[in-house]
Structure formats: structure tokens, C-alpha cells
């Protein structure tokens, strides 16, 4: 399985970006993606995920309303759309997946991408 995650990118606050994470090597009908994050100095955190088969979704309070998780079933693609974006959102972003449900657990996760770094000046 490989996860490729682009679209990170240096940004004012109040802007946008969106991330792309394209994943190949198996079918992902009966999984779970989810996108994490980790900034300079923290752990690893829950940011979204979507159920690939269903469209449910999940957010961290700290990105609902903000953020929006979405997938191209055709492209077997993940995006995650950032708006409003806050200096505190500033991280490396990381996609991810799983067998089964939504779940924020890091640890349930078994494929990772790369990670691409996200900038939000003040």
C-alpha cells in the first residue's frame, strides 16, 4: 500500500489550501482514511477521517467547520479541504489508512504517507 500526500504549501491566516493524498495497492472499499498532523515540538494528532465506503465523516474540534474530508472514489484520492486556516494549524500533515470503521486512534492505522508540511503566517 502506498499513500502519497501533496498540497501542503506556505499560506497568510484566513487562507486556503487543499491537500491530495492519492493511495494505491489494494482495494479500499472497506476502509477508513484519515489525515493527522504533527507540529514542531507535539505529538501526532487527529485532524479528519472519511469512511471509504459510506462518505461518513469525522473531525477534530478543533477543525470542524473549517475543514472538509472528501474522496474521488474513481481516483482512490483523499482530500482535505483547509479553510480559514490559523497559525496554529501549522504542521506537517500526514493521510493514513485503515481496515474498517472511522477512527481517531493513531495506533489503529496501519499505512502512512509522507507527510507535507502546511505554513499558515500570522
Known amino acids: 500500500v502506498q499513500l502519497q500526500a501533496c498540497g501542503g504549501g506556505l499560506v497568510q491566516a484566513g487562507g486556503s489550501l487543499r491537500l491530495s493524498c492519492a493511495a494505491s495497492g489494494r482495494t479500499f472499499s472497506s476502509s477508513t482514511m484519515g489525515w493527522f498532523r504533527q507540529a514542531p515540538g507535539k505529538e501526532r494528532e487527529f485532524v479528519a477521517a472519511?469512511?471509504?465506503?459510506?462518505?461518513?465523516?469525522y473531525y477534530a474540534n478543533s477543525v470542524k467547520g473549517r475543514f472538509t474530508i472528501s474522496r474521488d472514489n474513481a481516483k482512490n484520492t483523499v482530500y482535505l479541504q483547509m479553510n480559514n486556516l490559523k497559525p496554529e494549524d501549522t504542521a506537517v500533515y500526514y493521510c493514513a489508512a485503515r481496515t474498517g470503521v472511522i477512527s481517531s486512534t493513531i495506533a489503529s492505522y496501519d499505512y502512512w504517507g509522507q507527510g507535507t508540511l502546511v505554513t499558515v503566517s500570522s
Open positions: 472519511i469512511e471509504w465506503s459510506n462518505g461518513f465523516t
